[in-house]
């Protein structure tokens, strides 16, 4: 296949947009990227694409897409008030979705996340990140992984799979957090591994979940393990969670709210990403911005995600996660559309996407646009032309 007169935002040094362009795909693979006017003649369909934007496909580096039940109950009850952390120590919030997740069979789960996926995939979505962490049984974490694997042969889309089983401490092991890392957390990480389910490892550091202690315990045996680690940090407060994860070369830290310059050196250093969740923060209806600027200031990858999940991010567009990005955090629309290639592609530790080059992943997004600020402009109203996944598109 051969995309010409193709808009390109290659996300090579910056956007890198350049006009009049073709693409060559063969298989799953961008095997040549040039001048319309030295397209190679050899074969295959020539598509005209009009002047139309062409991105990499999209990334959603950060979800909690499989789950049970919703928590629209608890939305009332934060318009009326209650915090996070209110409603959580009341046995809403995370517990209430575990309880709804540990009921249903992996057929259900697997039915009620692909209406939430083909959402994404509509938005230009090609690679989505999939957590566990409301299980918070053995069983049950492997049951989610299962499915969330499971979307991948199901639909035209790369799931990247995170254990999250430190997401809280069920009510079973209250007041034992350490006792529920050793007898859950850390089997089932074992378990996960042997079955091939999980891709990186997670956790929740934060007073209502897991300390820095607790969380360095299980990085470390995923480190054994050679998987890679991630955390959710800084969200509520600030705990150092985000320098913990540079010290273990943690992929990303995600939220950040509450980050402060030493986190922010930390993970410059060790090239940590930090994840942009603006859902999270509009939903919970926070006043605690994240540290964009310090950020800039460090050199840290910026990656957008939609946070999707049932109680503080019932939200499936990331073309909606980056007007957000850029309206309520003064991220600038070039740096919403590296978050959610380039930098989310670093999140997740994959070299074979986010960008527009030769012998990368032919994944592509193609819009009825005409220049990237559309994509973070729009709000509700996703211009997308095409698919392209693997080489294939989808019209």
Known sequence: MILTNATLATMENGV????ATAIRLEGDRITWVGPEAEAPGDGGDRI??????VTPGLI????HLVHGGDRAREFEMRLSGASYEEVARAGGGIVSTVRATRAASEAELLASALP???????EGVTTVEVKSGYGLTVADELKMLRVARALER????????????AHAVPPEYQGRADAYLDEICIPALHAAHAEGLVDSVDGFCEGIAFSPDQIARLFVV???????????????SNLGGAALAARHGALSADHLEYLDEAGAAAMAAAGTVAVILPAAFYTLRETQLPPIGLLRRHGVRMAVATDCNPGTAPMTSLTLAMNMACTLFRMTPEEALAGVTVHAAAALGLS????I??????DLAIWDARHPAELSYRIGATPLYARIHGGHLDA
């Open 16 to 19: 890198g947009l350049v006009e």
């Open 48 to 53: 005209d694409l009009g002047g139309r934007l």
């Open 60 to 63: 959603d580096c950060h979800t």
């Open 116 to 122: 939430r996926l083909d959402r994404m995939l509509s």
């Open 154 to 165: 199901t639909r035209p889309v790369r799931v990247h799979t995170s254990l999250l089983a």
């Open 222 to 236: 995923a480190q054994g393990l050679g998987l890679p680690v991630r955390l959710h940090a800084e969200q509520l």
């Open 352 to 355: 074979d996407a986010g960008r």
């Open 357 to 362: 080059a030769p012998g990368l992943r032919a």
